[in-house]
């Protein structure tokens, strides 16, 4: 059986004040003042988070202390003033201040749109798991592609203030790998994330039942064929509804990627679309997280069936 699925956030209106926060990695500041600049072009109030510009005295990989951006990211989710939560990019972190943040608040203050990628697939499986909240799978705001795609940039903002224009997601690229339809709850992000993440406390304990999206960045074939199998040997596919598969950039040729995704894939009998548009390519659509859908990885699109945000 499907679990019910999380709740929708309100979407967004011009004049709303909007938190940017670095969850994970450190940033390029000029990068996040184009941000900025984008999120007032879409009438939004940014606010950027205190340590938004940080970097960790020690370990350059962190944008501050994990005790920063845990308290960077609370204090904007739990403020009723903040209407939304951009993840500024994405890196690496995410994981070392998710156990740090008061669960208890976050289920208590009212839900938001909670925006990014990458490293960001650690909180959108928290927030689903822990607060029972959807999320948005979408560019970071100092992210190249968001600053350098207008497609990407409208693609979100459709799906931020006017969500019922993008209950249909689909990508010219996309096709099957194995044909066929289903209905599920979307859930997924980054593959390497969601296979670190086996054995995290109250981590999802299964995909099942769920329409699966997978992507990821700077992993070679051998490398994503490790992840994949770490989550087939531990059952976290057993059961899982379907899966939708987006960029795979820098990660070799796409043919040598190709053959692990559909050898590793191909065996669990349902239907996986590849090439679908999201993640870390030239070109990234905004997936809602913890919504019902229906993936037809024949025809190449996932169709929503309720808005992402209400």
């Given at each position: 059986?499907?679990?019910?699925?999380?709740?929708?956030p309100p979407?967004?209106?011009?004049?709303?004040?909007v938190?940017?926060?670095?969850?994970?990695g450190?940033l390029?500041?000029?990068?996040l003042d184009?941000?900025?600049d984008v999120?007032?072009?879409?009438?939004?109030?940014?606010?950027p988070a205190?340590?938004?510009?940080g970097?960790?005295?020690?370990?350059?990989y962190?944008a501050?202390?994990?005790?920063?951006?845990?308290h960077d990211?609370?204090?904007?989710?739990?403020d009723?003033?903040?209407?939304?939560?951009?993840?500024?990019?994405?890196?690496?972190?995410?994981q070392?201040?998710?156990?740090?943040l008061?669960?208890?608040a976050?289920r208590?203050?009212?839900p938001k749109?909670l925006i990014?990628?990458?490293?960001?697939t650690?909180?959108?499986?928290?927030?689903?798991?822990?607060?029972?909240?959807a999320?948005l799978?979408?560019?970071?705001?100092a992210g190249?592609?968001?600053?350098?795609?207008?497609?990407?940039?409208?693609?979100?903002w459709?799906?931020l203030?006017a969500?019922?224009?993008?209950?249909t997601?689909a990508a010219p690229?996309?096709r099957?790998l194995?044909?066929?339809?289903?209905?599920?709850?979307t859930?997924?992000g980054?593959?390497?994330?969601?296979?670190?993440e086996?054995?995290?406390?109250?981590a999802?304990?299964?995909?099942?039942?769920?329409l699966l999206?997978?992507?990821?960045?700077?992993?070679?074939?051998?490398?994503?064929?490790?992840?994949?199998t770490?989550?087939?040997?531990?059952?976290?596919l057993?059961?899982?509804?379907?899966?939708a598969?987006?960029?795979?950039a820098r990660?070799g040729?796409?043919d040598?990627?190709r053959?692990v995704?559909?050898?590793?894939?191909?065996?669990?009998g349902?239907?996986?679309?590849?090439e679908?548009?999201?993640?870390?390519g030239?070109t990234?659509l905004t997936?809602?997280?913890?919504?019902?859908?229906e993936?037809?990885?024949?025809?190449?699109?996932?169709?929503?069936?309720t808005?992402a945000?209400?």
């Open positions: 059986m499907t679990a019910a699925p999380p709740v929708r979407r967004l209106r011009p004049g709303d004040r938190a940017v926060v670095a969850p994970s450190p390029v500041p000029e990068r184009r941000g900025l999120l007032r072009g879409w009438d939004l109030d940014p606010v205190p340590h938004v510009r970097t960790h005295a020690t370990l350059g962190l501050a202390t994990d005790e920063e951006r845990a990211l609370q204090t904007a989710w739990c009723p003033s903040v209407k939304a939560v951009f993840a500024a990019r994405g890196g690496y972190g995410a070392r201040m998710v156990d740090l008061d669960w208890d976050l208590a203050a009212a749109p990014g990628f990458s490293d960001v650690v909180l959108h499986e928290a927030f689903a798991v822990r607060a029972g909240v999320t799978h979408g560019p970071a705001v190249e592609v968001f600053l350098k795609d207008d497609a990407t940039r409208a693609h979100l459709r799906t203030f969500p019922e224009t993008v209950r997601l690229s996309a099957p194995v044909p066929g339809r289903v209905r599920g709850v859930l997924g980054c593959l390497t994330m969601l296979a670190t086996l054995g995290a406390p109250r999802r304990p299964s995909a099942a039942g769920g999206l997978l992507e990821d960045v700077g992993e070679p074939p051998y490398r994503i064929d490790r992840a994949l770490q989550l087939l040997r531990a059952g976290w057993d059961g899982v509804a379907g899966i598969l987006g960029s795979w990660c040729p796409y040598r990627v053959e995704l559909l050898d590793r894939l191909g065996g669990l349902v239907p996986v679309a590849e679908c548009g999201f993640g870390h030239d990234a997936v809602p997280l913890g919504v019902p859908a993936l037809d990885a024949t025809a190449g699109t996932l169709v929503l069936q808005t945000t209400v």
